[in-house]
């Protein structure tokens, strides 16, 4: 242990001059994640579009400026900023000015005035254009508020002409749907539960950046020493090697429980600030860190396999893109696939990937299976052991040294 917590104070004091992996690991995701939200927010209100309403029904005409305002209340709530233009005349809107086209055709009225009568708006946007596509959403939210307004007079009016008495509301919607929520045991479940267990998701998916600069540091940790030719006075030193490798862990576990904590609390900021609902409770926080703590211990042996076979950083992390690219793919796919309701063959094949269970961890203790979310960390300390002995192995002096990929 003396000689590993040698290894491990010259890996920190070496890092502590490496300011720009320090910066790039605790201080971006800081800053980085929160101001990309700050500025997709910035971006997203800042753009503005050209709206054309054309309006030849004389009728509609009249009440043209209550159709725009209308149309503004939207596209407020839609976060977009619109030139709103009114015409009278489709021959009098120029091509390629504009970026959406709300057509109003005579006759419109006419055909709301009757009682079973259907008037026809069209809505024609630019391609490619994402705020021309939420300036539509909300053109068609205004015209939609104003068919709920008609059917309603119209219900009135029937019951009027037969004399009976009708709620409007109950005819327009016969069926209201009523949500719950229960817990696998099919226990009900609040709606803070409810909320929480979909922000577990998110922190599933955050896990993958404990995993890259784990892969990172291990790599140059190794390899790098190699590459700087210091592995030979290293292995020279008057300590075993596995006081050696276990301190090299230990440095790479250092990094990269600042990483997770750096990315976590710059995801959180992320989500909150780009108006997600995100709700967290300190014990589903707990259940995370212990899943990215095993993820580091899991990882880096993992890596030390990898890089003690390479003869350079570059061949290292081409070997190691896959590692990340495995932990990419199963991360990504927590925010849409719940990983437990897998079939068979699949979970099994899953379930031999250590980085499913650091997911599955957080997932099952969300949804209150704890006994599963232990059974996961058990299986990631069994993982975790298993790596370190085949590490441990493959850590020799005659592979560190001699060895060619």
Do not use: C
């Not at 409007?168 to 949500?179: A, D, G, M, Y």
């Not at 922000?199 to 950046?209: C, H, P, V």
Request: charged share 15%; hydrophobic share 50%; proline share 4%.
């Amino acid at each position: 242990m003396g000689g590993a917590r040698t290894v491990l104070w010259k890996e920190l004091k070496d890092l502590s001059r490496d300011y720009r992996t320090l910066v790039a690991v605790v201080v971006l995701p800081l800053i980085g994640l929160p101001g990309l939200a700050l500025l997709t927010g910035v971006l997203v209100t800042s753009q503005t579009i050209s709206l054309a309403i054309v309006v030849e029904d004389p009728f509609m005409a009249q009440n043209a400026d209550l159709l725009v305002d209308a149309v503004n209340s939207s596209l407020q709530l839609y976060g977009v900023a619109a030139n709103i233009s009114l015409y009278t005349n489709l021959s009098e809107v120029k091509p390629g000015e504009t970026d959406v086209l709300v057509y109003i055709p005579n006759g419109f009225y006419n055909n709301l005035s009757k009682i079973d009568g259907q008037a026809r708006v069209i809505v024609s946007i630019l391609i490619g254009s994402q705020a021309s596509e939420l300036a539509r959403q909300a053109v068609e939210t205004t015209f939609s508020l104003l068919s709920q307004n008609i059917v309603r007079d119209r219900v009135l009016k029937l019951s009027d002409m037969a004399s009976v008495e009708i709620n409007p509301e109950s005819l327009l919607n016969p069926i209201v749907v009523q949500r719950g929520f229960h817990k696998v045991t099919g226990a009900p479940a609040t709606g803070v539960e409810a909320s929480v267990a979909q922000a577990a998701r998110i922190l599933e998916f955050s896990l993958f950046f404990v995993v890259n600069p784990t892969v990172v540091f291990m790599t140059d940790s190794i390899v790098g020493e190699k590459e700087r030719k210091t592995i030979e006075k290293l292995l020279m030193a008057p300590i075993s090697r596995r006081s050696l490798l276990l301190g090299k862990l230990a440095a790479s576990g250092i990094l990269g429980l600042l990483s997770a904590i750096a990315d976590g609390i710059g995801i959180i900021a992320f989500f909150q600030i780009s108006g997600t609902e995100f709700t967290l409770s300190p014990t589903i926080i707990i259940v995370w860190f212990a899943a990215v703590v095993l993820l580091v211990l899991t990882t880096a042996p993992l890596i030390v396999f990898i890089a003690s076979r390479s003869e350079s950083v570059r061949a290292a992390q081409n070997a190691s893109f896959l590692v990340v690219m495995i932990a990419l793919a199963i991360y990504f796919s927590t925010l849409m696939v719940d990983l437990s309701k897998l079939p068979g063959p699949l979970s099994l094949a899953l379930s031999l990937v250590p980085f499913t269970h650091a997911a599955l961890m957080i997932h099952n203790y969300a949804l209150g299976e704890v006994e599963a979310a232990l059974l996961n960390a058990t299986l990631m300390a069994g993982y975790w052991i298993l790596l370190t002995l085949i590490a441990a192995r493959s850590f020799s002096t005659e592979k560190l040294v001699m060895y060619k990929s």
